[in-house]
């Protein structure tokens, strides 16, 4: 489906500029033809996600509202003809705002993350800055323009703040459901509403420019381009929606990755907009010096924010004896993995480790030494493990490795076999203290295990490992090793 929406844009795109170099229909009907098929394809989709009951209930609410946004944008041709029967001038005004209306119910509706208060409001606050910054550049491109052309009144105000409050409203709620991370549910399938609404802003920023310089009359063609983006965006999210929906599995919430710089990038912009006023006043007194001190004062600060940002996203991730990932970046890992090598077609492998005769070296020897082991244990893993393997500690003597991008399972018995080998005595305290652990292997095919299934199946391994004696062993999962039901009497 996403290949046939791809092709079907660069299409209507190829058409769209053909028509610009003098073809027989013009680009406007090429771009509104294009708009109302997009609008049925995820129309369609959006139903059949709407009547999903693996879907959380508040999600299958979200898809109902996409399916009302993509009605009205199907039905905008007959609702403009009859607005403007009726004697409404500003009727592609009224049904592009039901169409956005639409969406931001939408897009309030899209179970987030669950996550504690305070995150909640870093996340919100965060979403203020893109807000802020989406104000300044609104201000600069549309809005000011137009009031320092017709002068600040009321009427100035709503003529000029109709199409402005409602984006700016859908760019809140977007740049807050991203910075906070959705339901695993849902994750995919937001993004592509969330690229699609930032693509809708930008044509409205054009529809605002044209608005503000007197040129409401015209539709500029990057005007279209933005708006057929925009519904191509989200015909693709009601398809990413069906998608999962047939795989049946819920992927795991991934990083913020390229979201968490949103807010960064408003300031940026917000400066870059400073700068380019003062440059065209041609004037560095006072506001040119100014600004640049400002640009400079706040690319500072955001630039330690972003190493701060970075070293506790790393410690949050990180074992802090060992410098392995953590328990939460196990499992990230994992989900991301198994969801990645399933559309490859490449094999995904689990390895649980559990050290032997831990206890009595912290018994007797004391938790430092123990401690000690523990790092020394850490780097075998380090140069056992090759990239982009990833080796953890789940916590106390417990530890597992992620292994991706397989192409057949013996590579990661060769990698549980290396370990084992490299498996000798440390010397701690000046005594010889022998390492020896058991290790648990479990591989998946392309899609055929969850996390849980492939961490399940590499904890009995690894309790057959250790049944087999005190030394270093390894196991690899087998039917065999799962608990058989009770007979009946």
Not at 18 to 41: C, H, M, N
Not at 50 to 58: E, S, Y
Not at 255 to 282: I, N, W
Request: charged share 15%.
């Amino acid at each position: 489906m996403h290949l046939a929406l791809g092709v079907l844009y660069v299409t209507v795109l190829a058409l769209s500029t053909g028509t610009l170099r003098g073809g027989s229909v013009s680009y406007e009907q090429v771009a509104e033809g294009a708009r109302v098929v997009f609008g049925v394809i995820g129309m369609v989709a959006a139903i059949r996600a709407a009547r999903a009951p693996a879907l959380l209930p508040r999600l299958r609410q979200a898809w109902r509202a996409v399916t009302v946004s993509l009605a009205v944008l199907i039905l905008s041709p007959l609702l403009v003809a009859g607005l403007r029967a009726a004697g409404i001038v500003a009727a592609d005004d009224v049904t592009h705002v039901a169409f956005v209306a639409a969406l931001l119910v939408a897009l309030q509706r899209f179970p987030l993350a669950a996550t504690n208060s305070r995150e909640r409001w870093k996340a919100a606050l965060d979403a203020g800055t893109v807000l802020t910054g989406g104000m300044v550049l609104l201000w600069y491109v549309s809005f000011g323009p137009y009031v320092d052309a017709h002068g600040l009144s009321l009427a100035v105000v709503v003529a000029a703040g109709f199409y402005p409050i409602v984006d700016l409203a859908l760019l809140f709620v977007v740049a807050r459901a991203m910075l906070r991370g959705s339901d695993p549910s849902a994750t995919r399938p937001l993004r592509l509403l969330a690229a699609g609404t930032l693509v809708l802003f930008a044509g409205d920023g054009v529809h605002g420019y044209l608005h503000g310089h007197g040129q409401i009359s015209m539709h500029s063609p990057w005007q279209f381009v933005c708006w057929i983006t925009t519904d191509a965006l989200l015909a693709a999210a009601a398809a990413e929606q069906c998608r999962a929906i047939s795989a049946g599995r819920r992927e795991a919430r991934g990083d913020l990755g390229a979201s968490r710089h949103l807010p960064l990038a408003a300031v940026a912009m917000a400066h870059a907009l400073m700068l380019t006023a003062a440059l065209q006043e041609e004037n560095l007194y006072p506001w040119g010096g100014l600004a640049i001190g400002a640009t400079v004062l706040s690319a500072l600060v955001l630039w330690r924010q972003m190493l701060v940002q970075r070293e506790s996203d790393e410690r949050a991730l990180t074992d802090g004896l060992t410098g392995l990932a953590n328990r939460s970046r196990f499992r990230a890992t994992s989900y991301r993995n198994l969801a990645r090598n399933a559309r490859a077609g490449r094999w995904s492998a689990v390895l649980v480790i559990d050290m032997n005769g831990f206890k009595e070296v912290n018994d007797t020897l004391g938790h430092k030494s123990g401690d000690l082991v523990l790092v020394e244990f850490a780097e075998v893993l380090k140069q056992c493990v090759p990239a982009p393997g990833l080796p953890c500690r789940m916590g106390g003597d417990e530890f597992s490795v992620v292994l991706t991008d397989l192409d057949y399972p013996e590579q990661a018995y060769d990698v549980a076999g290396r370990i084992a080998a490299a498996m000798g005595p440390v010397a701690i305290d000046n005594k010889l203290i022998p390492l020896a652990a058991s290790i648990g292997v479990a591989v998946s095919a392309p899609g055929e295990l969850t996390h849980d299934e492939i961490v399940h199946r590499a904890d009995l391994a690894m309790y057959r490992a250790k049944a087999l004696g005190p030394q270093t062993r390894w196991a690899i999962w087998q039917e065999s090793l799962e608990p058989q039901p009770a007979a009946a009497a």
